[in-house]
């Protein structure tokens, strides 16, 4: 992960339980604005484990939203 809509699509995707755009318009920007609260609480709580945890729980999370998108993970360098 390099970018930072690949944090954005980790913890939506994590958020939501698939892939975001299939639960979110992704025409209405942005899509952090569509959350429910509790939605909204679940991902600020996800980016904080992030945060508190580190690379290898960002790397689970992110080969799990590739799972969802039909993408294989990336290995690591």
Not at 51 to 67: F, H, I, K, T, V
């Amino acid at each position: 992960m390099r970018d930072d809509h690949c944090f954005g699509r980790i913890v939506l995707d994590s958020t939501v339980g698939g892939c975001w755009y299939d639960v979110l318009d992704r025409r209405r920007s942005p899509a952090f604005a569509q959350l429910d609260d509790g939605q909204l609480a679940a991902a600020v709580a996800l980016a904080e484990r992030i945060l508190a945890e580190g690379d290898p729980l960002l790397r689970e999370l992110d080969a799990q939203s590739l799972r969802w998108r039909g993408k294989r993970p990336e290995r690591a360098a």
